[in-house]
């Protein structure tokens, strides 16, 4: 819970109003989207290869969904820039496949928008990006370990805000 809720909260510092896209929505991928509705993002958009998590997702506050192999004649991030006008702010890969890195990067806002890495890919696993694009996108491309979370002073903050009413967390359908 605490790297999916951590990588929204503190990794990125997801704004309200923000749109995000979350590559994945297994346990990490759902805190992601824990996390993206407590920071007031308006659009979460949930990602994934099984039409099941869409009813589990919006207890999270997932508010689209999109099946990633209902779309074998064009990319998923040309799907995902077609339903953002250009792009979402924040984009989340929680599977841990390379591919879904580079397509994640693909529909994140030019300019400002940021690519956090989560999933973690075999050992050895490599991106390739064209160094072309990275430069003149303005994007950011980051990787989050333990959602940049301090676990002596945040995770105790972040249970005593749960058990104090203060912030309400899905704890119990994850």
């Known amino acids: 819970m605490s790297s999916g809720v951590g990588a929204a909260l503190k990794t ?6 923000s749109t995000v896209v979350i590559f994945g929505l297994g ?3 759902l805190a992601v ?3 993206a509705r407590i920071s007031g993002a308006t659009r979460i958009i949930g990602v994934d290869i099984n039409s099941d998590k869409l009813e589990i997702g919006r207890q999270f506050g997932v508010t689209d969904f ?3 192999n209902s779309y074998e004649d064009k990319p998923i991030s040309q799907v995902i820039n077609e339903m953002t006008n250009g ?3 924040y984009c ?3 599977v841990g496949l390379g591919t879904l890195v580079q397509e994640a990067y693909a529909c994140c ?3 400002r928008g940021k690519t956090i890495v989560l999933g973690v890919d075999k050992p050895g696993a490599e991106l390739t990006f064209k160094s072309f694009d990275v430069l003149h996108s303005g994007k950011t491309l980051m990787g989050s ?3 940049s979370l301090k676990p002596k002073s945040d995770i105790p903050l972040l249970v005593k805000r749960y058990l104090d009413k203060l912030q309400e967390l899905q704890l119990d359908n994850l």
């Open 87 to 89: 792009g979402a702010d």
């Open 27 to 29: 346990a990490i991928g």
């Open 12 to 17: 990125t510092n997801v704004e309200p109003g």
């Open 66 to 68: 999109v099946n990633s």
């Open 145 to 147: 370990l333990f959602g």
């Open 92 to 94: 989340f890969e929680c």
């Open 109 to 111: 806002r030019k300019g």
């Open 33 to 35: 989207a824990e996390g």
